[in-house]
């Protein structure tokens, strides 16, 4: 036996048996521009790529720290609703579903709404949690609009809410679309009670969200290259059978075409916020 089989060979072999120490999150791919970016550097850049400032999705934790003083604020307490009222079942059951996305999320529902200081003015925020099965639009989600706008007048406080959604909850049929014009009201009511209403459409807002309480903000904000839509961009390329131009229902097609009042940056989105509701709020004084 030679110094390669008794020597070098063991020693290749006990390093191939060695697990890598690396962690499996260290490393976070741009799906802007496909660049491999450190974790932590993206989240300090308030998970914006900083090669091609593409806006990934947050959830309503990272949202709160980012926008109220100091990352200062106290969740507001949701209604809860009733699990899978219509017993329905696709793949899997809607209870088990509905357990896997809470096991994933620090929240019961696809919404979470809070309190707080931006700035010098009190303010509610309410988040969509497109992480929690695709934000869809159930009981849940009414129930925490409607206890937003309820908190916002009660505090006389504006109320801005974030938009993330792939339209209605299937698993709860009727009872998904009902939210439409129950959250409609709420916003009505609010408007009633000259307080401001912000909207800010981030990437996707989609289906009977944007039907309903997400297009009626007295200003409607959103994130750079969100898609805002009803029916996406493949449905009615497949309907019309035409070519769609480009960027059909970006954040930047709308703002052309009049359906949006500006993009603003992730980076400048709490100042715009706190100097917007300045004014507001002094004319509804």
């Not at 260290?26 to 850049?45: A, M, P, R, T």
């Not at 003083?69 to 088990?96: H, S, V």
């Not at 849940?140 to 409607?146: E, L």
């Amino acid at each position: 036996m030679n110094w390669l089989t008794k020597i070098v060979r063991p020693k290749i072999q006990s390093l191939i048996g060695q697990k890598s120490e690396t962690p499996d999150n260290l490393w976070h791919k741009c799906k802007g521009c496909g660049q491999l970016l450190y974790v932590s550097d993206i989240e300090k850049n308030l998970n914006i790529c900083p090669n091609c400032d593409h806006h990934h999705r947050i959830g309503p934790t990272e949202r709160f720290k980012n926008l109220f003083n100091n990352g200062d604020y106290g969740l507001i307490e949701l209604p809860t609703a009733t699990d899978d009222p219509l017993k329905f079942k696709d793949q899997k059951k809607y209870t088990e579903r509905l357990k896997i996305a809470r096991n994933n999320s620090e929240y019961q529902d696809a919404i979470a709404v809070a309190y707080g200081k931006m700035g010098s003015i009190n303010t509610v925020i309410a988040v969509q949690n497109f992480l929690f099965m695709g934000g869809s639009m159930g009981v849940g989600v009414g129930n925490g609009i409607v206890a937003a706008a309820k908190h916002a007048i009660e505090k006389k406080a504006p109320l801005v809410l974030f938009t993330a959604a792939g339209g209605a909850r299937m698993q709860e049929g009727i009872l998904s679309l009902m939210q439409m014009p129950r959250c409609t009201v709420a916003v009505a009511q609010l408007k009633e009670a000259g307080l401001p209403y912000i909207v800010v459409l981030t990437d996707p807002t989609t289906g009977g969200v944007t039907a309903s309480y997400a297009m009626l903000g007295d200003i409607q904000i959103a994130e750079p290259n969100a898609l805002i839509c009803f029916a996406g961009p493949r449905v009615i390329k497949d309907t019309i059978r035409e070519e769609l131009p480009e960027g059909f229902q970006k954040s930047e097609y709308l703002l052309e075409h009049g359906m949006i009042d500006m993009i603003v940056n992730r980076a400048d989105l709490r100042d715009k916020l706190t100097q917007l509701l300045g004014l507001l709020m002094n004319k509804a004084a």
